[in-house]
């Protein structure tokens, strides 16, 4: 009997790059054998893992994702990928969009949400989404630069405030005090 | 054109041993297309890192399910071993290795039995289970335990093996592999069974391969795919060859899991045989720190275990992808265009288990 001994690689790769290496790991003919989740200092870290049939190297394509960032489904390429990927929705909230089969939430009967996400991963994507909601709301909020031109003071860009935030009192200062919270919260 | 219609199957249904269920859209008694939906006894196993140390995940990785449950402890014991740097001593790794083909015998028995029963063969089924006694005798006498042994812990094995278990174990390998015989002719002799299974539910190996299936399953499609060849554990050390076939019908996947009995009971022999002398476990010193990815065969398939750890005693994340979740695509894929008639026989063959995927 020959022993294989087979390699295992990993590739980190930013998620721009996600559905061109599949694409490319599709083409090689390597069967997509799962893809895991995991909360890593306040990010998702998903892995992709391919293996050939007949060497049975294993290549595992790592991805760095924002607790609020949206993912790509790879279903094009893999179609049986979706009950992976309706699995690590479910389980640790990682928002993935355009799943080929998507259960939206019933695939696994629970009632916790995102239960397989920690403590501290969930409370930072809590503050994470409460800045961008903020920060969505503020440049909803903004006058038209045409009404300001006439006469009126401008309102400064969402940037600036942040800035002005730190000296003195202005609208950036709610986001900087849950920042502050956050740092010195001991979460 | 018949009128289209959703026959909801399962999660209780006669054939199902765990409940999984299956909407299935028909037209003349045809399936036209299989949604599964899982998630019924979800129970969250692997979000327990977080308040179990990582010597005391061995018994939580264990429980994952009753019938896979030796597997499930040394996949996780030898993941954790990898990212510690640890020698598990030789004569654990044969250990390990007979355990292992013991544990894989009594699933698959298991699994004719209840094979026997979705088509009706009632004697057939009893007749199976009453081989898997002894099976589970054997490691009640080595172990103490019938399905959940909790042999394993990181570093190596608590149990060892004396002269007389050895003795006890060949006899009654002896004494299976007579029975097994009997039941074999039944099995590919007998025209009610070959009714049942010849040309049901044909996967080619192309599809197995597309679809991600894995062992007994896929090699009954023609896919010489099967981890213990990359040499884990004792499997090294052992002489066999992956059974496979080509049909990639029910017929097959019974062909190789009873094939895959005797081979269990070779290398079983030859692990006996061979069995090393030396210590059965070695002190595991500091806490896990980086990640690991370890593949085994379990009875139903290639299973996988992920751990990662940041240097504490609690792992950051653990994950086990087992085979009946990687077969789930291939089943849906293998029903349509079957008889609704056929449905039950057709799940059973790949040996589902439920508890395993939902962990």
Redesign the interface.
């Known amino acids: 009997?020959?022993?294989?001994?087979?390699v295992?690689k990993y590739e980190d790769i930013p998620l721009s790059e996600l559905l061109v290496t599949v694409m490319r790991k599709r083409q090689q003919?390597l069967?997509?054998?799962?893809i895991?989740c995991?909360a890593?200092n306040n990010q998702y870290e998903v892995?992709y893992?391919f293996t050939d049939?007949d060497t049975?190297e294993?290549t595992?394509v790592r991805v760095m994702v924002g607790l609020n960032e949206t993912i790509p489904s790879i279903c094009d390429s893999?179609?049986?990928a979706n009950?992976y990927e309706n699995e690590m929705s479910e389980?640790f909230g990682l928002s993935i969009e355009m799943i080929d089969g998507d259960?939206h939430g019933?695939?696994?009967?629970?009632n916790e949400k995102e239960?397989?996400l920690?403590k501290k991963a969930k409370k930072a994507k809590e503050v994470e989404a409460e800045e961008i909601r903020a920060a969505a709301e503020e440049a909803a909020h903004m006058p038209d630069i045409s009404e300001t031109a006439e006469g009126g003071e401008a309102t400064p860009a969402p940037a600036d405030q942040k800035a002005a935030g730190e000296q003195a009192d202005g609208a950036g200062i709610r986001i900087i005090h849950k920042k502050d919270e956050k740092e010195g919260g001991g979460e | 054109m018949g009128k289209k219609s959703v026959i909801p199957f399962g999660p209780q249904h006669p054939v199902l041993p765990e409940p999984i269920h299956l909407d299935l859209v028909v037209e003349d008694e045809v399936v036209e297309e299989a949604i599964p939906?899982?998630?019924?006894i979800?129970r969250?196993l692997?979000?327990l890192v977080?308040k179990r140390d990582f010597n005391e995940m061995v018994y939580v990785a264990e429980r994952t399910c009753g019938i896979c449950s030796f597997g499930h402890g040394m996949g996780y014991c030898e993941a954790v071993e990898q990212i510690m740097n640890v020698e598990v001593p030789e004569r654990a790794r044969f250990l390990r290795t007979i355990w292992m083909e013991l544990a894989r015998m009594h699933s698959h028995l298991l699994w004719m039995g209840l094979t026997a029963d979705a088509f009706g063969f009632e004697s057939l089924f009893y007749e199976c289970w009453r081989i898997r006694e002894h099976v589970l005798d054997m490691l009640e006498h080595t172990t103490g335990g019938r399905l959940i042994f909790s042999v394993n812990q990181v570093g190596g094995v608590h149990r060892d093996l004396n002269e007389d278990q050895i003795r006890y174990i060949k006899d009654n390998l002896d004494k299976i592999e007579e029975d097994m015989k009997n039941v074999e002719k039944t099995f590919f002799g007998d025209a009610s069974v070959q009714k049942r299974t010849r040309g049901i539910g044909v996967l080619t190996k192309q599809e197995a391969?597309d679809?991600?299936a894995a062992g007994p399953f896929a090699r009954a499609s023609g896919?010489?795919?099967d981890?213990r060849?990359?040499?884990y554990e004792a499997?090294?050390k052992?002489?066999?060859?992956p059974i496979i076939s080509t049909e990639g019908d029910c017929y097959a996947r019974i062909l190789v899991r009873t094939k895959e009995i005797f081979q269990s009971i070779q290398l079983v022999r030859q692990a006996l045989d061979m069995l090393p002398a030396g210590d059965l476990n070695v002190p595991v010193k500091g806490m896990p720190n980086g990640e690991a990815?370890v593949?085994i065969e379990q009875p139903r398939g290639?299973a996988?275990y992920?751990v990662?750890g940041e240097n504490t005693r609690f792992l950051?994340?653990f994950?086990i992808?087992t085979p009946t979740?990687?077969n789930?695509?291939a089943l849906c894929k293998m029903l349509q265009g079957a008889n609704y008639a056929d449905v039950g026989i057709l799940v059973v063959s790949i040996d589902p288990c439920i508890s395993c995927t939902?962990r």
């Open positions: 009997m020959t022993v294989i001994n087979p295992q003919n069967r997509l054998i799962q895991c995991a890593v892995l893992s049939d049975y294993m595992n893999y179609p049986y009950y389980l259960y019933r695939f696994y009967r629970i239960p397989l920690n | 939906n899982i998630g019924f979800h969250g692997e979000g977080e391969h679809l991600g896919l010489k795919y981890m060849l990359t040499g499997y090294g052992l002489d066999f060859e990815m593949r290639e996988i992920y990662h950051n994340r994950r992808r979740f990687a789930l695509p939902e």
